[in-house]
């Protein structure tokens, strides 16, 4: 089976930057788009970024500028830069993969930016 493995979470503080990154292994021969999400004590999950190709990236008003997200096909790992982090930004950050048939979620991390 799938499985989206996360890594790169953790403390810091205002102006830093974090680097989260999601291996995938199993049976995924493609996919119609990948992305990271994010959820905040007591807030809905929100989309954070988006990738169907490296020309096709969306991002959310409130990330555009800071985060950038990429992709390395023969590592294949999902990648998260984000830059000049804001205490708005603590979250558990979750890494997202659709296919055309299924949709897969890794386990979260917890990004936490102190004052």
């Known amino acids: 089976q799938v499985q989206l493995v996360e890594s790169g979470g953790g403390v810091v503080q205002t102006g830093g930057s974090l680097r989260l990154s999601c291996a995938v292994s199993?049976?995924?021969?493609?996919?119609?788009?990948m992305g990271w999400y994010r959820q905040a004590p007591g807030k809905e999950r929100e989309l954070v970024a988006d990738?169907?190709?490296?020309?096709?990236?969306n991002y959310a008003d409130s990330v555009s500028g800071r985060f950038t997200i990429s992709r390395d096909n023969a590592k294949n790992t999902l990648y998260l830069q984000m830059n000049s982090l804001k205490p708005e930004d603590t979250a558990v950050y979750y890494c997202?993969?659709?296919?055309?048939?299924?949709?897969?979620w890794g386990q979260g991390t917890q990004v936490t930016v102190s004052s």
């Open positions: 199993g049976s995924l021969f493609s996919f119609i788009g």
């Open positions: 997202n993969v659709r296919t055309y048939l299924n949709e897969y």
């Open positions: 990738i169907r190709s490296s020309t096709m990236t």
